[in-house]
């Protein structure tokens, strides 16, 4: 089983729709979970953390289910300008260095296109 | 601006020349760490410094791949007898603290071809 694992998409949606992206992961461990976007030839951009009680952020909502180690990503009335790549992004915690910090893993991402 | 800066933007190199890659982060970040980005895949680690420290590399392809920090900022990652299957975007993030893990913040890559 891969580390994060992805919607394989791509996915096209007109301007308005609900969009919905799934992410699952292997590590129970993991603390700390992200959703980035990448457009393209683009850098990896921090769209939204993701909190356990889960959170939103305008159209962006994530939640979290540790239990089934599963994290989503909701976009509300999308726009063209969501059109992006987005990725799926987990810590991977080792104890053996300064604390809990660990490296992220990726997901491959999922593209998205909102035609108009 | 005041964002994680990379150089070159792209490199085209023969197979068997070496490379260097150079990262500089954002000021005062501690932590630093740099990916190699398949097209088609997301990012995936090559290592870590936690000041000048390099504290993890075990995303490292083979012993070709070297990174350093010597002064706990600008990073450079030497690919050694380069290959095509190293050909890919180099992307370097940087984060301010250590302990939790932090949002990393990515520079604009090296895209790396390798003919």
């Known amino acids: 089983r891969k580390e994060v694992e992805q919607d394989p998409g791509p996915f096209n949606v007109p301007e308005g729709a609900t969009v919905a992206f799934n992410c699952t992961y292997s590590n129970s461990a993991s603390q700390s979970f992200f959703w980035y976007r990448q457009d393209c030839r683009k850098e990896p951009k921090l769209l939204m953390s993701?909190?356990?009680s889960g959170n939103e952020d305008g159209r962006f909502t994530a939640q979290l289910n540790r239990a089934s180690q599963y994290i989503s990503l909701l976009i509300r009335d999308s726009k063209l300008s969501d059109s992006a790549t987005y990725l799926c992004?987990?810590?991977?915690?080792?104890?053996?260095?300064?604390?809990?910090?660990?490296?992220?893993?990726f997901g491959k991402g999922t593209k998205l296109s909102v035609k108009p | 601006g005041a964002g994680v800066s990379q150089s070159p933007r792209y490199k085209v190199a023969k197979r068997g020349q070496d490379v260097a890659l150079r990262c500089d982060p954002i000021s005062g970040h501690v932590s630093l760490f740099w990916y190699q980005q398949a097209l088609g895949q997301g990012p995936e680690f090559l290592t870590y410094?936690?000041?000048?420290?390099?504290?993890?590399k075990s995303g490292l392809p083979s012993d070709r791949f070297f990174a350093e920090r010597p002064e706990g900022s600008v990073s450079t990652l030497k690919i050694q007898r380069t290959q095509q299957e190293d050909s890919a975007v180099y992307l370097c993030?940087?984060?301010?603290?250590?302990?939790?893990?932090?949002?990393?913040?990515f520079g604009d890559g090296t895209r790396l071809s390798i003919l």
């Open positions: 992004v987990v810590n991977k915690p080792r104890m053996n260095y300064g604390g809990s910090q660990g490296n992220l893993i």
């Open positions: 993030a940087s984060s301010l603290l250590i302990g939790l893990v932090q949002p990393q913040h």
């Open positions: 410094f936690q000041n000048e420290a390099q504290l993890d």
């Open positions: 993701v909190y356990s």
